[in-house]
């Protein structure tokens, strides 16, 4: 019993942080993002009857500790949702930087939950495999689609009517977006641990929570009108006050160092010479910059300048999940 797929990684506009639940990956807000053709990870799962125990290779090197323990946590769910009792050796190749800002847990753990559920001969529909894959990691959910998605925050209990839905598919709009690397190290705190510490001690957290709603009526009146300057001062606007709880939460923390403010600059200098261009930063150091494809010779060379910057990788809009 074996599968395999492939999932591109996910850049959220209006942003995902902070969860209701937990265990099950409720979200506190719906969320907005751009699935990308540039980062993505293919996995291949085999099921195996003569396996006594789970094992997880990444990028050809066996895993342990907490990668490990998460992967084995979701083939848990996947298979009780089979009723299977099967062990697997799971292989993935990761082309994202891991923990580093760029959601490499989107890409793996969507394509993780393709290959698992197809291997393991689960014959879900989008919606119920994006349900499944928000199990393990929760901006996974839309990474099940290409474009545009929304993952709506639901408000069942048991999280069966939180998963992601489509806006508008990668054809739609040909928008760019330069994932800029800063480094590629692990980030001391992880996404979870932040939202955490964030949602239980910021001051600044309820008035990130209300704001949502208004950046996510004008980002989706904008995406169908192809409405770019209006797209990227929202996306840009919703990743500072997001990043804004950060920095009153107790103790504070924040995720950038001196060269993400530095190409923070560099976007805003773009913008004062006519090239429409806007910055987006998830949990993470490294920048996310929309821009246009008739500007992608001088943004590219523009953020080629700034010092700290180790490469800029160049996308367009992604496709959903599919099977090799």
Known sequence: MKATAKAHTNIALIKYWGKRNEELILPTNNSLSLTLDGFYTTTTVDFQEDLKADSFELNGIPEQGEAYKRVTAFLELVRKMAGKEVYA???SDNQVPTAAGFASSASGFAALAAAASKAIGLDLDDKELSRLTRRGSGSSSRSIYGGFAEWQMGEKKDGSDSYAVPIADENHWDIRMAGVVL???????????????????????EGWLKSIPEDLTGIKEAIQEKNFIQVGEIAEANCLKMH?????????????????????????????????????????????????????????????????????????????VSYL
């Open 244 to 320: 804004a709880t950060s920095l009153g939460a107790k103790p504070p923390f924040t995720y950038w160092l001196d060269s993400t403010i530095r190409v923070m600059r560099q976007v805003q200098k773009m913008r004062e010479q006519g090239i429409p261009a806007y910055f987006t930063i998830d949990a993470g150091p490294n920048v996310k910059v929309l821009y246009l494809p008739e500007h992608e010779a001088e943004v590219e060379r523009m953020l080629r300048e700034v010092p700290g910057v180790t490469d800029v990788i160049l996308s367009k809009p992604g496709p959903g």
């Open 183 to 205: 480094t590629s190290e692990m980030k001391k705190i992880s996404s979870r641990a932040g939202m955490r510490r964030t949602v239980e001690t910021s001051p600044f957290y």
């Open 89 to 91: 050796h799971v292989a």
